[in-house]
């Protein structure tokens, strides 16, 4: 069992920037991908970036390439998510995951996920 705890988020201009912080407690988090979603009022939760266990790969919505920076300290048990040019449409709760089982390919998929954060709120104003 994972117990997920996200901070980091708040209010930001367009244009600014924000660092998610996803802290783990219990066992596995070393071995078990990890992954962002958001979900906006009155929309999907979605995808937002994922990351291997070891930190080797990474994968991103279309939406945040080049944006959003995804990265791990497994020493830590913690997830970062850097989010830099920020838009309003950025704005939502923001969630980490993790997926306990082993695969092949990175998670991308709520489904694939196990355990979850409370999330944390990003809003950015115009």
């Known amino acids: 069992q994972v117990h997920l705890v996200e901070s980091g988020g708040g209010l930001v201009q367009a244009g600014g920037s924000l660092r998610l912080s996803c802290a783990a407690s219990?066992?596995?988090?070393?071995?078990?991908?990890m992954g962002w979603f958001r979900q906006a009022p009155g929309k999907e939760r979605e995808f937002v970036a994922a990351?291997?266990?070891?930190?080797?790969?990474?994968s991103y919505a279309d939406s945040v390439k080049g944006r959003f920076t995804i990265s791990r300290d497994n020493a830590q048990s913690t997830v970062y998510l850097q989010m830099n040019s920020l838009k309003p449409e950025d704005t939502a709760v923001y969630y980490c995951?993790?997926?306990?089982?082993?695969?092949?390919?990175?998670?991308?998929?709520?489904?694939?996920?196990?355990?979850w954060g409370q999330g944390t709120q990003v809003t950015v104003s115009s």
């Open positions: 995951a993790a997926d306990k089982e082993y695969g092949t390919t990175i998670p991308r998929d709520r489904a694939d996920y196990d355990y």
């Open positions: 990351i291997r266990w070891s930190g080797s790969t990474t």
């Open positions: 219990g066992r596995g988090f070393s071995v078990y991908d």
